[in-house]
């Protein structure tokens, strides 16, 4: 994303309306210090919890920007938690999700991240907001059979799978099943971003997939398989056999429509209906710019 686009991306952040210039003045105050400081600085998120955060980092610096990067996801995943459930975040990067959940929420949270430079950042992250009871971090990825695979180790937040024969650097990094990594517990909700091998982590969860216990789904749903020859298409099919429907999340009103979202990810949910209700029942949350 280049600076005009960041820019738009801050100013018309829903969060954002009521104060772009606050919005832009963090914007500001990030730039200045990020390229002066000499190490990661925490920043506040959301009820209290901090992000470490240093240059570069988009999807952390967003939250400080914004509130929450991802607003509806987000959101529905503070709404829709309660302390007594199990939070699954597959792909947690530097852990934006997981302390979302184990700490705004109090939820127990299982957390995987492939790359071992970005997994100690997550780590890292557990550490300063105290979550180490409530978080199981693994350093894996998620596939259709446990063994061992590839990944691309030098596109950060895109890190992926990588491609027979693609000429960037790599990495070898051991696997997991879903199933296997949640045989003890089924989280109540899953956060996947996989980058692309979607279907492959789905063909590992099918015990989980099955069990009423898990009620949605968070998932990319940008076109990102085609690289291995999966369509979105697929995603939607496996998840609808399964018994979940795809939804939009409205954050303000707290209602899941039964639509597919025009957004980049989508919300599977097995009853739109029941969880519309426990997210207009959480408590609200307080952010950098407000609350929700």
Not at 9 to 19: D, E, K, M, S, T
Not at 63 to 76: K, R, W
Not at 178 to 191: G, M, Q, S
């Amino acid at each position: 994303m280049n600076l005009l686009s960041l820019l738009r991306f801050i100013a018309g952040h829903p969060l954002n309306a009521q104060a772009r210039f606050a919005a832009l003045s963090r914007f500001a105050r990030w730039q200045f210090a990020s390229r002066i400081l000499p190490a990661p600085v925490a920043l506040p998120f959301v009820n209290g919890t901090r992000l470490l955060t240093s240059n570069g980092m988009t999807g952390a610096t967003a939250n400080f920007y914004c509130g929450l990067h991802e607003v509806s996801e987000m959101a529905f995943v503070l709404h829709a938690l309660r302390p007594e459930d199990l939070f699954a975040d597959i792909g947690a990067n530097v852990g934006s999700y997981t302390v979302l959940a184990a700490g705004a929420v109090g939820a127990q949270v299982v957390s995987v991240e492939p790359l071992p430079a970005t997994f100690a950042k997550l780590a890292d992250n557990v550490r300063l907001n105290d979550l180490s009871g409530r978080v199981s971090a693994h350093c894996c990825g998620i596939s259709s059979e446990p063994g061992e695979l590839r990944f691309v180790s030098s596109l950060d937040t895109m890190n992926r799978v990588a491609l027979p024969g693609e000429d960037l650097p790599t990495l070898a990094v051991p696997v997991v099943t879903l199933d296997e990594l949640c045989a003890a517990r089924c989280p109540t909700i899953i956060k996947m971003d996989v980058e692309g091998h979607e279907l492959p982590a789905l063909r590992g969860a099918g015990s989980l997939l099955a069990n009423p216990a898990l009620q949605a789904v968070l998932m990319e749903t940008n076109q990102s398989g085609m690289k291995f020859g999966v369509s979105d298409e697929q995603l939607f099919e496996v998840m609808e056999k399964g018994g979940f429907q795809p939804c939009d999340y409205d954050p303000f009103e707290r209602q899941l429509n039964k639509q597919r979202s025009p957004q980049m990810n989508t919300i599977f949910v097995r009853d739109p209906d029941m969880l519309s209700a426990q997210c207009r029942a959480a408590p609200r949350f307080a952010l950098v710019n407000g609350s929700i």
